[in-house]
């Protein structure tokens, strides 16, 4: 069984370049597409099924067609993490598994008008559930609206995605401690700070957490255009790795 999860987006709702902004991390993007950001989304591919995970590509049904995935699995419903679904909801044909966190409010007005969207598929933390012989577990994280990151597990492979997030949940953190993934795709967008921001992590607390989770690879996500311009001048530590929209992480 083959996984492949490939981030099409690693920005954050400002994503890089930011309107209107000249640092150097915003102007290299603008020079040069392969820096640029856009809304922190990916795809997981496991036993030929197509998952999106958030939706948050405006453009979304210009690169998934009607048929082309099985799902969504959505962290939270932020707006740019859902604002792809908007549009979408109004097609016409089969209905659209939407796994995701028992939000009551959910975003604007989807839960009320869902169209061809099926938000019925809600889950719980740490109860396991499959989507197509893939095995998911919701991890609760730390953010302003009810959000979970999700722990995607083949019989070689556990890949952790924790996005978005400000530090762990002690139940989550202890969770990952116990059966470190293979790799941790974690928010962080902020360069080190002297204080773990609110809603977000920084570049101090991601890697305070993996000294605790012990994953051998990190790849950063959600990732601000300060904190590409901070990463211009300065290394990142062992093990840890910047995200880029594209990007292929497979496990055979």
Known sequence: MTLTLTLTGTGGAQLVPAFGCCCKACERARSDETFRRRPCNAVINCNDAITLLDAGIPDLMDRWPAGSFRQFLLTHYHMDHVQGLFPLRWGVGDKIAVYGPPDQQGCDDLFKHPGILDFSHTVEPFMVFSLQGLQVTPLPLNHSKLTFGYLLETAHSRVAWLCDTAGLPEKTLKFLQA?????MVIDCSH???D????????LNTVVALNEVIKSPRVVLTHISHQFDEWMMENPLPEGIEAGFDGQAITFA
């Open 179 to 183: 059966g470190p993934p293979d790799v």
């Open 191 to 193: 360069a080190p700070r």
């Open 195 to 202: 204080q773990t921001p609110a809603n977000h992590c920084d």
